[in-house]
Structures are given as C-alpha cells and as structure tokens.
C-alpha cells in the first residue's frame, strides 16, 4: 500500500507567476483535500475533490484551483503567485469527510514548499 | 464559525512528568475531534481520535462538550514524544486545525 506522495518537494517561483502541485493519493482513497500551512501556523484547508469535483472550498481565492483525475490524483494551480502564497502545501487523501466515522482520517502527504520571491 | 484554540505555542517537560497540551474549540453542532501529531523530518500523522476513545503511544484526550476542550495528555512524557502537536476538528467537508503546540521533552 502507497501513501501519498506529493511534488515538486520545494520549489521557488517569483510574483505573478503560476505554478502547479501534484499529488498522488493513497491506494483507495477516492478523496483528495489541499492544505495551506503557512510558518507557524496549523494546517489550512483549501479545497477537497471527491469523484473529480470540488465538494467543499475554504476561504482561498478563485486564483486557487484544483483538479482531481480518475485515478484520484489531483493538482493544485495558483495563478498570479504573492508573496504570501509562500508555504507548505500539503495535500491529504481519505475516503471521503462526509462517509462514517472511520472514513474522515486523513493521510497526509509531506507536502511541496512553495517559496515566492 | 468553527474554531480550534491551542492556547500553548511552546510546552517543554521533564522526562518522566506528565504532560497535558490543551484544546479548546468552537462549534455548533456535534463536535468530531482529532489530534495529529508531526515529529522531526516526518509528515503529519494522526495521533488519535475521541470517537475511538483509545490510548495510543500512552496518550489520552477525552472530548468535554461542557468545557468545549479535548486535551491530550500523558502520564509519563518521553523523550521521543517531542514534536509538533495539532488539534484539529471536523467540520462540513473539512478538517479545522489548531496552530499547533511544539512539545519538548528535556532529558
């Protein structure tokens, strides 16, 4: 059984730019969440995909986008980077928030550290 | 709105003494609540969760709706206990997390 990889690792890109974060999602989990962890400061949510839909939003602009493929992995894009988009992205499978009790656990990926300069 | 407060950037112990990182929360309806823990150079993990209410690693938090908090604690901390600890609670499609307590256990 695979967990959940994640890449690029680290990367640098400069304001305005656009980048793209990938994520592989642990064997059967079908739903793919995206996190923000700026330095600091606990893990905040971006969006969850379920089924290749966005099935929930945090409070993230719409330059912030997603995609889940069927074979549940998923991308995260931000377009037109700032500053402070600097930081770890981490992306976590499950089976899905709304199912039973025992399907919410998340599995974290080690997450891709975003810096902009 | 939902909400969870580690009011403990920082905690550092002895080995040997208990230890107890707090939670407090805010919501609505009926609470779901975790801890995940992240030690050196590893990836976030769950640490436990209180519809198990289970001991893992000889940690225990026990969910008290009156007081809104889910405290973890340990009876007897050890060293490889130092790491980053999260409370974090289950709301609509979403887990909410605190910002976390950095536990250190001093030898």
């Known amino acids: 059984e695979t967990g959940v990889t994640q890449s690029p690792t680290h990367l640098i890109k400069t304001r305005g730019q656009q980048v793209t974060l990938r994520c592989s999602s642990q064997?059967?989990?079908?739903?793919v969440s995206w996190y923000q962890q700026a330095l600091g400061q606990g893990p905040q949510f971006i969006f969850q995909?379920?089924?290749?839909?966005?099935?929930g939003r945090g409070n993230f602009p719409p330059r912030f986008s997603g995609l889940q493929f069927p074979n549940y992995s998923s991308e995260l894009n931000v377009n037109a980077l700032e500053l402070d988009d600097s930081a770890l992205y981490l992306c976590?499978?499950?089976?899905?928030?709304?199912?039973?009790?025992?399907?919410?656990?998340?599995?974290f990926g080690a997450g891709s550290r975003l810096t902009v300069l | 709105a939902q909400r969870v407060t580690q009011p403990e950037k920082l905690l550092s112990v002895f080995k040997g003494a208990p230890v107890e990182l707090k939670c407090n929360y805010s919501y609505s309806g009926s609470p779901e609540l975790f801890w995940y823990v992240q030690y050196s150079r590893q990836r976030l993990q769950l640490l436990l969760r209180?519809?198990s209410r289970e001991s893992i690693k000889g940690f225990t938090a026990d969910l008290n709706k009156g007081e809104t908090s889910f405290h973890l604690k340990k009876p007897f901390a050890q060293e490889e206990d130092s790491a980053m600890y999260y409370c974090a609670l289950k709301g609509a499609q979403k887990l909410v997390f605190g910002q976390g307590t950095r536990l250190t256990i001093n030898p």
């Open positions: 995909y379920y089924r290749e839909e966005e099935n």
């Open positions: 209180h519809i």
């Open positions: 976590a499978s499950s089976l899905g928030l709304a199912g039973p009790p025992g399907a919410n656990v998340l599995t």
């Open positions: 064997s059967g989990h079908n739903t």
